[in-house]
């Protein structure tokens, strides 16, 4: 398995803000993957974040709104700009890793916007 | 595009009985893998067990089994002996083979779990 931490676990922002979004894992991994969770919903893949290159973004999101650093291969940021409540989700950080690859997920991060 | 569904949005079971939660995807790919997750109030995503499209023995994991039936395209979760704890959402989950990267999730089962 893998020990995924992620900071803030929750926050309440305004509109018009920005919050970043930590993501830490406790060994090495290639590929991180940001999921968004919207309330009552499934899990929808935001991007993949590749150490050394630009993440990979799904179709629906962009760079602009949900810009990703990914500075080594244990840690990774995500960044919700210019945030409005439709932006209320939980944001999960996600790893692939064992055999077969499987992906394990961060506890999440809940962000009300008001 | 791979698409998961399930039907049962909401199940209950009485504590010590058995349960099975359903799931249909849709998939032009022969190389795949399946995984349950499980969903507690906590937010918490956790892997219950998962599934590789080239075996045909169904995956165990203790109390948790899977009814692998790919021609048919399903690939249903039975709970035995149901805890209180196995309360939870539960999503089936779909990823393409080799370079798949992105989990398809299907919408979700509630699980209650009645002492």
């Known amino acids: 398995s893998a020990v995924i931490s992620q900071k803030p676990s929750r926050d309440i922002c305004q509109r018009g803000t920005s919050l970043t979004i930590q993501c830490q894992v406790d060994?090495?991994?290639?590929?991180m993957f940001w999921y968004r969770q919207q309330p009552g919903q499934s899990l929808t893949l935001i991007a993949t974040?590749?150490?050394?290159?630009?993440?990979?973004?799904e179709s629906g999101f962009v760079i602009d709104k949900f810009p990703i650093s990914r500075p080594n291969l244990t840690f990774s940021t995500l960044t919700v700009s210019n945030m409005s409540p439709e932006d209320s989700s939980i944001y999960l950080c996600?790893?692939?890793?064992?055999?077969?690859?499987?992906?394990?997920f961060g506890p999440g991060t809940r962000l009300l916007v008001l | 595009a791979q698409t998961v569904t399930q039907s049962q949005p909401e199940m209950s079971v009485q504590e010590a009985e058995t349960v099975t939660l359903s799931c249909t995807y849709d998939?032009?790919?022969?190389?795949?893998?399946l995984f349950w997750y499980k969903q507690p109030p906590s937010r918490q995503m956790i892997l219950v067990i998962r599934?590789?499209?080239?075996?045909?023995q169904n995956a165990t994991e203790n109390r948790f089994s899977v009814n692998f039936q790919k021609a048919a395209k399903s690939f249903s979760l039975k709970i035995s002996d149901s805890q209180l704890g196995d309360a939870a959402m539960y999503f089936c989950?779909?990823?393409?083979?080799?370079?798949?990267?992105?989990?398809?999730f299907g919408g979700g089962t509630r699980l209650m779990v009645k002492p």
């Open positions: 974040a590749n150490q050394g290159s630009e993440a990979t973004y």
């Open positions: 996600s790893v692939k890793r064992g055999g077969p690859e499987t992906q394990y």
């Open positions: 998939t032009s790919e022969s190389d795949y893998y």
């Open positions: 599934q590789e499209a080239y075996k045909q």
């Open positions: 989950a779909y990823r393409r083979g080799n370079a798949g990267n992105m989990l398809t």
């Open positions: 060994s090495q991994v290639t590929m």
